[in-house]
């Protein structure tokens, strides 16, 4: 099998060795071409060849889909950005409160992010979360409100928390009819707990399989839109393509809706979404699960956007697929 791409060893790159060892699947998407390159194997010690279409957790990058989600909600009119949001969760949140402070990571919440938990765990809600009832502490202002740029997984679980009560409608049910259905995605969502049917062609993280449960290596995630969304490389660029686009022109989003997702608040980092000052008209999100890394990122003057996911831990992903979008804007 091939294990160069775009004239690059990939294998040698990431410090892969062997069929049965870590994989990895990225995707190109240029205009109306899409180039896929898989290599090694999705499950850890076992013959499990990586293809265009094995499931990887995208960790998270289910931040910014979380986003582009609500704020089709927002194009409709039945949310605001802007308007306080603590009568909702007042549970949680005794002061004003806005879903664009939660995007952003501005709202000075504590929880940074989610080691998840074994594929059979009980189920947990978002309250039991937010409660510190599972594995993480509960949810506490650290810092000042809209002061201060702190990423915290655990405002991105409020900001569900506060969605999914005003529309009425779970994250994975509104993820599948507002992005999915429209940009015509087969294999990406919010699957938590994984349906079993999915199960023959997903990627174990790292070598969950061999040390926790050899049926269902990965971890649950009951943090649905902070790191709980299973995808490919193939459709993620789907979904940035159909972003840039609404940024330049509007589409999926109404255009000056995409454009305030993009524009930075604090640090560089918009609504669920990072601009790097070092790569002009660029935006992206890095993805990291136990066992899994994901990186994706789109350009925002022209279709182009490129997603790579692994089943590995090795970050060394994200600077490579940095080049190959370097090489394609040539």
Request: aromatic share 10%; with cysteine.
């Amino acid at each position: 099998m091939n294990k160069t791409f775009y004239d690059m060893d990939i294998n040698e790159l990431l410090e892969f060795k062997g069929e049965q060892g870590y994989g990895v699947s990225i995707a190109v998407s240029k205009g109306n071409k899409v180039d896929t390159f898989c290599s090694g194997s999705g499950r850890f010690g076992q013959d499990f060849p990586v293809n265009s279409e094995t499931l990887f957790q995208a960790a998270s990058i289910s931040k910014p889909l979380f986003a582009m989600t609500l704020l089709r909600y927002v194009d409709k009119r039945v949310l605001d950005l802007d308007a306080d949001i603590s009568g909702v969760i007042s549970d949680f949140v005794k002061i004003p409160v806005t879903f664009s402070a939660l995007l952003s990571h501005t709202a000075g919440f504590n929880v940074h992010g989610f080691p998840g938990y074994r594929a059979d765990h009980t189920l947990l809600t978002l309250e039991d979360v937010l409660s510190g009832h599972g594995n993480t502490p509960k949810l506490r202002r650290i810092y000042p409100y809209g002061k201060k740029y702190s990423y915290s997984g655990g405002g991105i679980v409020l900001a569900q928390l506060a969605f999914e009560r005003i529309t009425g409608i779970n994250l994975r049910e509104a993820f599948a009819r507002e992005i999915a259905e429209p940009l015509g995605l087969t294999r990406t969502g919010y699957f938590q707990p994984l349906d079993e049917n999915l199960v023959v062609n997903a990627a174990f993280g790292g070598k969950l399989g061999i040390k926790e449960d050899p049926v269902h290596g990965w971890h649950y995630y009951p943090e649905h839109a902070a790191a709980g969304l299973w995808t490919t490389p193939t459709e993620l660029t789907k979904i940035g393509i159909a972003l840039s686009r609404s940024v330049r022109s509007g589409g999926l989003l109404k255009k000056e809706t995409a454009q305030r997702m993009i524009t930075p608040v604090l640090d560089d980092y918009g609504l669920c979404i990072k601009l790097d000052d070092r790569i002009p008209n660029q935006v992206f999100h890095t993805g990291e699960n136990e066992g899994f890394v994901a990186y994706w990122t789109l350009s925002l003057t022209q279709d182009l956007c490129v997603a790579g996911m692994s089943n590995s831990s090795n970050d060394k992903l994200f600077g490579f697929i940095n080049i190959l979008a370097e090489k394609e804007k040539m």
